[in-house]
């Protein structure tokens, strides 16, 4: 087994091994760096023997590491005695506690004593299962830096004595709501990088829809959670058509519907059975439903669209969602009517140093033959837009309208 093969295995098996770890240990930051040292070991002696059980011995590695690191911290002989009995190298995990045990590591690592990006962070590390590199290369941030909001995380999470147990019920659908974003987060940015050389980054979104099929699995009472992963299913559905073959970004109503993933769209519909049509994610879900059933640009019904992100700003008013409004507006009901909307934004001054209003204003002035006035919007939106595939976009459309 090489080094691919490493890396398959940790991604899978990660968020149980450091669950199983944590409620071993009782320490969430050694039970992470346990699992760590157990990887790094497997790298150097996979390739000469391969082990019948991977995932088996990982877990009994890092179990040793735990171990070899509580005998230095702790001199306590009846400490050591409790953590002394080691399993054989292919042992099974608890399976028993298994779900439970990954739960709560997702709440852990969602905790509300962390900074949003620290959450994000230690999500896609401890739970995802990806390095520090990737994370940076995901985020477009410096390793040091995602290194330094790990450990952050951990020490935060030891500083304040989080439990590493599920919340009660109640808390628990409280909290529900943080780890939802934390995962929409991750989605958004690999289905639309705010910034970088490529408008999507297919395995960061990937990640999360996974992350939040596991999350459904455990949480199977949870309409919202039915919601999210409707949600990334259905917009996941697009992304073979949403780029050409140089990474160009190939707008909605010239994409070829042939490449949408009908099987994502079918995961997409079936998750959306079970949503809450009245949460956020499940009202945005339905929205991307509509799309999904449309046969084109011209025969998608606008109307309900309108009426959903209506529905939308009542359940998680924002400018964005009454930007997006404005879109389904101008394609329902012509762009004089949506530039109303659009203008009311600007005169209360929502979404600043955003390229999305400006882009948005842009597109209702050309549609309405203001050219002058388009060319600036559409201009100013480039300069504000960071992602280098979305500005070319945006310079093409205001030098088209010289």
């Known amino acids: 087994m090489g080094t691919a093969d490493v890396e398959t295995v940790w991604r899978v098996e990660s968020a149980r091994i450091v669950a199983a770890l944590t409620r071993f240990t009782g320490d969430f930051g050694l039970a992470e760096d346990a699992a ?14 391969s082990p019948a059980n991977p995932a088996g011995w990982l877990m ?8 070899d690191t509580i005998r230095r911290r702790v001199a306590l002989h009846d400490r050591y005695a409790l953590l002394a009995a080691e399993p054989a190298v292919d042992s099974d995990v608890d399976v028993d506690r298994i779900d439970d045990d990954v739960l709560a590591l997702m709440f852990v690592s969602c905790h ?31 390793v040091p830096t995602v290194q330094a ?21 109640g808390e628990r659908r409280q909290r529900l709501g943080g780890v939802l974003r934390v995962l929409y987060v991750i989605f958004t940015e690999g289905s639309t990088a705010t910034s970088g ?3 999507l980054r297919p395995d960061v979104a990937y990640e999360a829809v996974r992350l939040t099929r596991t999350l459904a699995a455990l949480q199977p009472d949870e309409p919202e959670v039915h919601g999210l992963l409707a949600l990334c299913e259905l917009t996941a559905a697009r992304f073979p058509a949403r ?6 970004p190939v707008l909605l109503a010239d994409q070829d519907r ?16 079970r949503a809450s049509t009245r949460g956020p994610y499940g009202v945005q879900a339905a929205i991307a439903a509509t799309h999904a059933a449309a046969p084109s640009v011209e025969e998608t019904d606008w109307d309900r669209i309108v009426l959903l992100y209506e529905a939308l700003g009542r359940a998680a008013p924002s400018p964005v969602v009454e930007l997006n409004r404005a879109v389904a507006v101008a394609m329902a009901s012509g762009p004089a009517q949506a530039l109303t909307i659009v203008d009311g934004l600007v005169a209360a001054h929502r979404l600043p140093g955003s390229h999305l209003l400006p882009t ?21 939106a480039a300069r504000l837009c960071a992602n280098r595939r979305e500005r070319s976009v945006l310079l093409a459309k205001a030098a088209a309208l010289s």
């Not at 760590?36 to 023997?49: F, G, I, K, N, T």
């Not at 780029?243 to 160009?248: H, K, S």
């Open 360 to 380: 948005v204003r842009g597109e209702l002035l050309t549609r309405l033959g203001r050219r002058p006035e388009a060319r600036t919007e559409l201009e100013l």
């Open 36 to 49: 760590q040292e157990a990887v790094a070991e497997a790298l150097v002696s996979w390739p000469r023997a």
């Open 197 to 199: 050389e490529r408008l």
């Open 112 to 142: 509300p004593v962390l900074a949003p990006a620290a959450r994000v962070a230690l999500t896609l590390r401890v739970v995802g299962g990806l390095t520090s590199e990737e994370i940076a290369r995901a985020f477009l941030v410096p």
């Open 149 to 169: 909001r790990i450990t952050r995380a951990k020490k935060t999470i030891a500083a304040a004595g989080v439990p590493f147990e599920l919340p009660p019920a």
């Open 60 to 67: 009994a590695t890092a179990r040793r590491r735990a171990i």
């Open 243 to 248: 780029t050409g073959p140089d990474g160009a």
């Open 258 to 273: 042939r490449l949408w993933d009908t099987a994502a769209i079918r995961r997409g519909l079936a998750a959306l059975v």
